[in-house]
């Protein structure tokens, strides 16, 4: 299931990431591709919104379904760089979007570790796109962190 065009998306994801990096923000990215169209771009805003539930994911559905016009994105892929919390994949159940990419896995708080079955039933998913990279750019940040 993974091609090409995956790995673009998903560096795409990851210069979104990067913005949350600089802007102090726990570094995730998400886009959202539809009839390879990037119709949204977000990461994590949490710390300058002041608001926990401004998940980079959360900020993309809400972008998509404005630019798009509809709020159902069974025709969408979201990439997103790490692996979206229980939260956001039920979010994504609402949404119906069609496919989940995503990079690095979250052991800690992943929607998987407590069930796949909250996304939608015909919510395809592919992981592990670029983990290494998406992984290294959250251990620096928390690194970074430690330090100060």
Same mark, same amino acid.
């Given at each position: 299931?993974?091609?090409?065009?995956? +790995?673009?998306? *998903?560096? +795409?994801?990851?210069?979104?990431?990067?913005?949350?990096?600089?802007?102090?923000? =726990?570094?995730?990215?998400?886009?959202?591709?539809?009839?390879?169209?990037?119709?949204?771009?977000? /990461?994590?805003?949490?710390?300058?919104?002041?608001?926990?539930?401004?998940?980079? +994911? *959360?900020?993309?559905?809400?972008?998509?379904?404005?630019?798009?016009?509809?709020?159902?994105?069974?025709?969408?892929?979201?990439?997103?760089? $790490?692996?979206?919390?229980?939260?956001?994949?039920?979010?994504?159940?609402?949404?119906? =979007?069609?496919?989940?990419? /995503?990079?690095?896995?979250?052991?800690?708080?992943?929607?998987? %570790?407590?069930?796949?079955?909250? $996304?939608?039933? %015909?919510?395809?998913?592919?992981?592990?796109?670029?983990?290494? +990279?998406?992984?290294?750019?959250? %251990?620096?940040?928390?690194?970074?962190?430690? %330090?100060?």
């Amino acid at each position: 299931m993974f091609d090409t065009s995956d +790995e673009y998306y *998903m560096r +795409e994801a990851l210069k979104e990431a990067r913005k949350g990096f600089y802007s102090d923000e =726990i570094p995730v990215g998400a886009i959202i591709v539809c009839n390879d169209r990037v119709v949204a771009r977000a /990461y994590n805003n949490t710390e300058q919104l002041n608001d926990v539930t401004a998940h980079a +994911e *959360m900020l993309a559905f809400t972008s998509a379904t404005a630019t798009i016009g509809g709020k159902y994105l069974q025709n969408c892929t979201l990439y997103v760089t $790490l692996e979206p919390c229980v939260m956001c994949a039920g979010a994504a159940a609402w949404t119906q =979007i069609g496919r989940i990419v /995503y990079g690095a896995s979250d052991e800690k708080r992943g929607y998987s %570790k407590i069930s796949s079955s909250i $996304l939608h039933p %015909k919510t395809k998913v592919t992981s592990g796109i670029l983990a290494e +990279e998406c992984e290294t750019l959250l %251990k620096e940040f928390f690194a970074k962190k430690r %330090k100060y």
